[in-house]
């Protein structure tokens, strides 16, 4: 019997990640300099910048020199797929612990969802005003995670790559 679609997905995405963690391991830069690239691109990845990693990605990496593959490589690890719905979810869950207020929506807002006036200005004015008790969670969390797991992800990224290398010319 076939994989389900959502396995499918899932090996896809682990056979993606194995050859982009490969092609990242051969490339011929320092391993510092790496796995900062690689670093740079996780804080990206977990940013609460949505829509504009691949920007950032791209713009970082022609500023600094970095390896677009390697930043690239970080960035991915926020895809559609798998890992976006969690990634906001913890970023939201994690800035609105930090500003002390609830995990859920508040009442105002469900009314709005519930409720959708989609031709009148008015609308539009309290559904911004209301998205600010969701965006600001979401942006000190988002902002949180990304200095978290850049942090985490450099040393460990570059113990990785040291590794392969004393491996390598050990052969």
Known sequence: MPPEPDDRQECLSYKMFRATFRRLL???????????????????AFSPFLGLHTILA??????????????????????????LVPIIVASYAI???ILGRPLRIPAEGIELLKHPHLLTGDY?????????????????????????????????TLSLLRAHRRTKAAN
């Open 26 to 44: 051969a490339l011929d830069d320092p391993p510092e300099r790496t796995a900062l690239a690689f670093s740079i691109g996780v804080f990206i």
């Open 58 to 83: 791209t713009l970082i990496a022609f500023l600094f020199r970095f390896n677009k593959l390697a930043v690239y490589s970080g960035t991915f690890i926020n895809n559609p797929f798998l890992t």
């Open 95 to 97: 800035g609105a612990l």
């Open 124 to 156: 539009y004015r309290k559904v911004f005003r209301e998205s600010w008790d969701i965006v600001w969670p979401f942006a000190i969390g988002g902002t949180t995670l990304s200095v978290v797991c850049s942090l985490i992800a450099y040393p460990v």
